[in-house]
Nanobody, 124 residues
Framework: QVQLVESGGGLVQAGGSLRLSCAAS????????MGWFRQAPGKEREFVAA????????YYTDSVKGRFTISRDNAKNTVYLQMNSLKPEDTAVYYC?????????????????WGQGTQVTVSS
């Protein structure tokens, strides 16, 4: 069992930055690929970024490439999402997810555990 707790969300102006963190319980964090997803009001949950269990491979949705960076610290059981040059369309609840496999994926149904989410609001 893995429990995930996100933090770091908030209100920021367009062009600003935020860093989200997702802390995982358990001693097997390094055997899980991790992903970040987001859900805006009235929209379906969408993939944002993923990272392999070693941290060597990362994936991003096209709309955040060059602005967002996913990383992980297996010693701290934590995955991060650094978000720069934020836009109003980035406003959403952001969720982290864990997949018991070496690589991440953009498909949400392939993740085994989910956090409760953290709100990110970008004002124009």
């Amino acid at each position: 069992q893995v429990q995930l707790v996100e933090s770091g969300g908030g209100l920021v102006q367009a062009g600003g930055s935020l860093r989200l963190s997702c802390a995982a319980s358990g001693r097997t964090f390094s055997t899980y690929a991790m992903g970040w997803f987001r859900q805006a009001p009235g929209k379906e949950r969408e993939f944002v970024a993923a990272i392999s269990w070693s941290g060597s491979t990362t994936y991003y949705t096209d709309s955040v490439k060059g602005r967002f960076t996913i990383s992980r610290d297996n010693a701290k059981n934590t995955v991060y999402l650094q978000m720069n040059s934020l836009k109003p369309e980035d406003t959403a609840v952001y969720y982290c997810a864990a997949r018991n496999y070496y690589s991440g994926t953009r498909y949400s149904d392939e993740y085994d555990y989910w956090g409760q989410g953290t709100q990110v609001t970008v004002s124009s």
